[in-house]
Structures are given as C-alpha cells and as structure tokens.
C-alpha cells in the first residue's frame, strides 16, 4: 500500500519554542492532507485540512496562528506548533489520500509524539 | 453530541470468543464509512470499508445501516493478535461541500486474553 513518512517521530521541546512536523507521501501525489491530534486514550481528533498551493482550512476551536500548515508540493505539508507550551504535548499524526473519492483509503503517518517541558 | 460515538470499552474476552463493536454517526450526509484498528502508540491502520450491503473478510463483518446511521464491526473466533483499539471512521462531507474529511470515533478497546 501506499507510504506516508512523518519526521520526527519524537521531540521533546522547551516551552516558548517552536516545533516543525513533516508529513510526506512516499509513492504518491496527495492535493490534500490531513492533520489530527490524539491525546492519551482519546479519539483522533482533526484539526486542519492541508491544501496543496493554498492556504489549510482549520476545524472549530484550532488556533491557526498556533499551528501553522503549509503544503508547499504535492507530496509534503508541515505542521509547525509555534510558541509550545506544555499544554501542547500530544500525539500528532498525519494523513493523506490519493484522490478524495469517498472510498479512498486514508494512509497515515507513523506519528509525532511532542513533549513541551 | 460527538459526531461518531462508539463504546469506549474495554472489551476482556477469551481467545475464540466472537466479540461485536456498535457505532452510531449523527450526520446523515455522511458517504463511507470504515473501520480502522489502531494499536498502541501507532498510526490507525484500514481494517475493512463498510458498505450497505454488509461485506466480509475473513473473521471480520462489517455492517451498515443507513436509516439508524449505525455500523457495526464482528470479529468471530477472537486471536491475541486482535487486542487493539477499533476505530469507527466517517467520512464527512462530498464533492459540493468541501473537501472529504475522515471523522473517527473515540475507539472501543479489546484485549483477547488466553
């Protein structure tokens, strides 16, 4: 099956700095990705909607200053968590399709666990 | 109300038990539906698409019900290998609303034990 690569797979950070998460597709072209957070024991919950070429489209309640998409080709987005603060620590994971048929897999990256200190 | 709402569990069985997940969704343009299995601290992984029809793969059926906006999920003769987290998936929206959008459930817990 198609291979979504998600760098790093671990921080740790101090409070106050920022932290940049990668999400690539290995063998195919992704126009769209998706971001999610999962806190311990909880649901994947999405957070943004990352557009190749344009700007991401965020769900209710996330702060686009916070995390900061950008989705610069067909087969990168990142995610930057800009100011971390402990709050933020969390499991942070990435998916993408192949094209937005209603039936397509999602294929998700391996996960970004962040720890703020 | 969450939009997809599944029983958190968690669900003790013995291996060979048959075990069934229930999930409800609230919005009714909702187009496909999945479940997912995701194990500890990894990334969610297909198990099997829902369709109206029911379908089957092995010990796994999937059931929809459309005019309840209810999936189920029944693994039949339970292995070790099944203890997981089973996420009920929507896919929300459709090609005149926006983009498609994968909305998971919270996930049940199952731990098949010897």
């Known amino acids: 099956g198609a291979v979504v690569s998600q760098h790093p797979s671990r921080v740790i950070c101090k409070s106050g700095t920022s932290v940049k998460i990668e999400c690539r597709s290995l063998?195919?072209?992704?126009?769209?990705m998706f971001w999610y957070r999962q806190f311990p024991k909880k649901s994947l919950m999405l957070m943004a909607t990352s557009n190749e070429g344009s700007k991401a489209t965020y769900e209710q309640g996330v702060e686009k200053d916070k995390f900061l998409i950008n989705h610069a080709s067909l087969t990168l987005s990142t995610l930057t968590v800009t100011s971390a603060h402990p709050e933020d620590s969390s499991f942070y994971i990435c998916s993408a399709r192949g094209d937005m048929t209603v039936n397509t897999e999602a294929f998700f990256g391996q996960g970004t666990r962040l720890t703020v200190v | 109300r969450k939009e997809v709402e599944q029983d958190p569990g968690p669900f003790n069985v013995p291996e060979g038990a048959t075990v069934a997940f229930n999930c409800t969704y609230s919005n009714s343009a909702s187009q496909s539906f999945f479940w997912y299995r995701q194990d500890c601290r990894k990334e969610p992984k297909l198990l099997m698409s829902?369709?109206?029809s029911g379908n089957e793969d092995g010990r796994f059926t999937a059931q929809l019900n459309r005019a309840s906006q209810y999936i189920s999920l029944l693994i039949r003769d339970s292995k070790l290998s099944d203890s997981a987290t089973y996420l009920c998936v929507v896919n929300r929206g459709g090609f005149s609303g926006g983009y498609n959008k994968l909305i998971f459930g919270a996930g049940t817990r199952l731990a098949v034990h010897p």
């Open positions: 063998d195919f072209q992704a126009t769209t």
């Open positions: 829902v369709y109206s």
